[in-house]
C-alpha cells in the first residue's frame, strides 16, 4: 500500500522577531518539533548564532518592502513578532507601515496564514497608544486578505521579560516603595510556557478563517499582587505606600531609577498599565489545548527559568579583557552583580585548567588566603560551614563536591569550574573559572556572580569591593603562575 504521506511538503514556516523575547523563544521550539523555518531579520548574523544549522536566515527589515520579498517565497505560515515600543518618534506610524508591508509581501507570496500576537484590552475604552497600535496592526494584518490568528495577551511573565524584570527590581530594590494607583488595576498575566503553548497551536488549528483570541494566565490579579508573589517566592517583605496622583511620566522617570527599564519604554508600560487586561472572551481556553497555570507557578518558573539561563551565559563582550571591571562594583545583570576578569597564559588549556581544577581544601585559594579563613571563621561564627570540609580529593572533582564553604555546581574537565556558596551571605553568590584557547596559549576567565538580597545584600556586595579587588586579582594572577 502506498504511503499517503509520500510526496507531502512539509509547511515552511516564516518567523519575523526571530531576535526578540518571544520569537527568541519560539525559534528552538519550532526547531525542535521537526519544523522547516526561515527568519528574517535586519541583523541576521545575530540570529544566525542562535539558530539551529537547518534554519535559513534572511536579511530583511518589515519597514523595507522589497527586501521581504524573498523571504516569503514558498513560506506557509508567517509569525509576526515585531512591534516598535522601543523606537524613537512615532511608534504608531512604524508599527502601521511594518504590518502593511508585511501583510502586502505575505498576500504577494501566497502565505496561507498569518500568526500575530497583540495586546489585551477591550475596544470599548479609550486604549493607551500602546495598546491601541497593537490592536492596529492586526486589523492592517487581516485587511491584507491572508487569514490572521491574533492572539491577544496581557503581561508576560518569563525571566528576562519587560514586566517581570520591571517587577523583580522593584520589590528587590524597594523594600518600602510609593505606588501609583495602576498597582491596582487588574491584569491576567500569562507564563511565556503557556503564550509559546498557544503560538505553537496556531499551527494546528484547522480552516483558513481569521480569529482572534484573547489567552492569559489562570489568575486575575495587579502588579501589585504579582509583587507579593515574586516577594514571597524570594523571602523579601515589601510595604507600599499609595499615592493618589502619580503620572505615567513621573512614574516613567522613577522606573528608569530603580529598574532596568529606560524611561522612554517605561512610560509607554505604564500607559499601557492603566487599563485592565483580562480576557473576556474564554474562546482560547475553550477551543486549544493549552491549560494555563496560574501566577504562582509563572513566577516560580521564571525565576528557575533565569537561574538556568544566567548560569549557561558566557562572559565575553560585557567585561574587561584587561582584567578589571569596567564599572565601579561590578557588570549588572538583571539584578545581579558580576565581576568578571581575564589572563592569557604562554600554555595549552589543559595546562592553565591543572591549578583550576586543585582549587581549595590544602591547596588554598592562591591569594590571600589568610582572608579566605578569616570569611571562614567568620561564617562559622554565624552558623555557616565555614572552612573546616575541605575536598574529598586533592585533584579530582565532581558535581556535588565541597569545596570548603563552596560546592561544585558544574565542572567540564579542562574547560570549566562553577562553584555555588554555601557560606551565609545576604543573596546567592558563584565562582566561574572558564579556560579556552588553542595549543599554544590559553585564556582564563574568572568571574565572581552575586544575586543580592534587598538593600543588605547589595550593602555586602559594596562593602567588600575593595577586599573583592585585592582577593580576585591576586587569585587569577596567581592561578596564571601555577599553570606555567
Partial sequence: M?????GRRTPLILLSGASGYVGGR???LLEEQGHRVRCVARRPEVVRQ?????????GGDVLDRSSLDAAMQGVDVAYYLVHSMGSRGSFEEADRRGALNFSQAAKAAGVRRIVYLGGLGSDEESLSPHLRSRQEV???LARSGVPVLEFRASIVIGSGSLSFEMIRALVERLPIMITPSWVNVLAQPIAIDDLLDYLMAALEIPGSDSGIFEIGGADQVSYGGIMRVYARQRGLRIHMLRVP??????????LGLVTPLYARIGRKLIESIVHPTVVRDDTALRTLPVRPMGIEEAVRRALTGEELEFAATRWSDAFSSGGEPRSWGGVRFGSRLVDS???TVPVPPAAAFQPI???GGDTGWYAWDWLWHLRGFLDLLAGGVGMRRGRPHPTALR??????FWRVEAFEPGRRLRLVAEMKVPGRAWLEFEVMGDTESATIRQTAIFDPLGLLGRAYWYGLYPVHQLVFHGMLRAIASASL
Fill in 26 to 28: 519560539l525559534l528552538p
Fill in 341 to 343: 576578569r581575564t589572563v
Fill in 138 to 140: 492586526g486589523r492592517i
Fill in 2 to 6: 502506498a504511503d499517503p504521506t509520500a
Fill in 50 to 58: 542562535k539558530a539551529g544549522p537547518s534554519t535559513e536566515v534572511f
Fill in 399 to 404: 558535581v556535588g563536591d565541597t569545596l570548603d
Fill in 357 to 359: 581544577q586543585k582549587i
Fill in 245 to 254: 496622583v502619580l503620572t505615567p511620566y513621573l512614574s516613567s522617570l522613577w
